[in-house]
């Protein structure tokens, strides 16, 4: 079955980010964003086979649905994708729970029932494959597509088929190894590993901080 | 003023690790446990100018004290030492709030009222300056006495001198670099960080995974 990747939020900086290097991979990309307008732009800017779309249009036959979206974009955005998801489709979680959402810092994270953001989207999408990734690549490393991303992806989820399929389309990003972090639980370790960049770049007033795990 | 590091907990894997770095690098260290002859014992085996006392003994010259015992005697230790600290001490909070304290997993934290162990010990400590530090760096990897250490040192703290001690400490082990990772309350963001690696560690049958920071 060939992927087709759709980027729900896909006219942010994290989501056109991830489109620009999977459509450079030869990816199929649909770009999803709540203003048509907006998605059919960010697509044209990428190029190649990538279309635009309303969320719920982008997602109709996509085998990967990349969600990169603010925590307080979330929910609802969840809600309006989740009935138009193609069978079998797998659902990539990057949400990071900043405490921006209810108008503080950017450098720290809520602690949401769930236990994490990747949870909470597996909650709303009973019996979907959910894999939390992605939290750590750098928008604006992504952005520069003549150079390789010096980050690993840290994937987690509770089904290994969907991890695999997770792994195989990150790692046509140059420079990205990925790593198996376990279970979907183990997803707000991932989120808080996010904040930590986060902080590092304002501190050190840098944009594009990444992670390398060493001994593996 | 000489640096005198006494580590608290000093008997155990993660302590002794870095109390034999330390001796290595030429610095004093006291040995610090519950147990006078296992304190004693563990200063032989280091050698060096490393000598072995009951905690409370340990601390009372030291300029640095490294508190590296697991979160279930976090507290209880440090009411034994806080009326021996010497005055202007640092204290160096390493614990990992892991869920083992309570029974459950060495994967998983638990969220304390404080945000984070070393928060708890601030708190526990009324004026003392307090460091977050040394989470990461793996036990086997710090015994290896030949071997560089292959992992940054993320440190926080609400005291700026404080932290340009502990950097100084911090880098007499070969291969660490110390990374300022903002205040205090930044230390959940750590203790996360050491909970994802040994995470990793169970994951991918490994002992010594550390990480690195890219982009800074």
């Known amino acids: 079955m060939q992927t087709i990747v759709a980027v729900v939020g896909g006219t942010g900086a994290e989501g056109s980010g991830l ?13 999803g ?16 086979q990538t279309t635009g779309h309303a969320n719920p249009d982008a997602v109709a036959d996509a085998t990967i649905v990349i969600l990169t979206v603010p925590l307080s974009a979330q929910v609802e955005t969840l809600k309006t ?36 953001a990747a949870q909470q989207a597996a909650r709303l999408l009973p019996g979907v494959p959910v894999v939390a990734a992605f939290h750590a690549l750098s928008a604006e490393a992504l952005a520069k597509l003549d150079h390789a991303i010096d980050c690993d992806a840290l994937i987690c989820g509770d089904s290994a088929e969907a991890k695999a399929a997770v792994k195989q389309l990150a790692e046509t990003i140059p420079g990205v190894r990925v790593i198996d972090a376990g279970p979907l639980d183990n997803a707000r370790l991932l989120e808080s590993a996010a904040a930590l960049l986060i902080s590092l770049n304002l501190r050190h007033k840098v944009k594009d901080s990444g992670l390398r795990i060493t001994g593996l």
Request: proline content about 3%; glycine content about 12%.
């Open 81 to 116: 994708i989740r009935g138009s998801l193609a069978p079998g489709a797998i659902v990539v979680d990057a949400t990071v729970p900043l405490e921006v959402a209810i108008g503080g810092r950017v450098s720290r994270i809520l602690t949401l029932w769930d236990g994490s």
């Open 19 to 31: 489109a620009a290097r999977f459509a450079q991979a030869g990816v199929r990309v649909r770009i």
């Open 33 to 48: 964003s709540r203003s048509v307008e907006k998605a059919h732009e960010a697509a044209r800017s990428i190029g190649g």
